[in-house]
Nanobody, 111 residues
Framework: QVQLVESGGGLVKPGGSLTLSCKAV????????MGWYRQAPGKEREYVAQ???????FYNDFAEGRFTVSRDDPNNTIYLQMTNLKPEDTATYFC?????WGKGTQVTVPS
């Protein structure tokens, strides 16, 4: 069974940092284009960052310079390092690979 399992979310003060993980279960991440998305309450899901099979990275404007996406194919895991977090980063963060989505991990940055 194919699954994506996110972890690492939590409550963090403004200016703080978090690193999210996404573990792929049931398939290898090697050669797979993967990404992070987020959805805040009352808003549509939006793209955060993506990483190609060769580790080329792409970021939404709000993530550029603050977030870093990386991959560890031997461990079937991708990461999202987030720094200088802001209240507007509060959302559920989801991992995506092909047509598969994880259940998300909550990030809360109080104002």
């Amino acid at each position: 069974q194919v699954q994506l399992v996110e972890s690492g979310g939590g409550l963090v003060k403004p200016g703080g940092s978090l690193t999210l993980s996404c573990k792929a279960v049931g398939f290898s991440t090697e050669g797979v284009f993967m990404g992070w998305y987020r959805q805040a309450p009352g808003k549509e899901r939006e793209y955060v960052a993506q990483i190609s099979a060769r580790s080329y990275t792409f970021y939404n404007d709000f993530a550029e310079g603050r977030f870093t996406v990386s991959r560890d194919d031997p461990n079937n895991t991708i990461y999202l390092q987030m720094t200088n977090l802001k209240p507007e980063d509060t959302a559920t963060y989801f991992c995506n690979a092909r047509d598969d989505w994880g259940k998300g991990t909550q990030v809360t940055v109080p104002s």
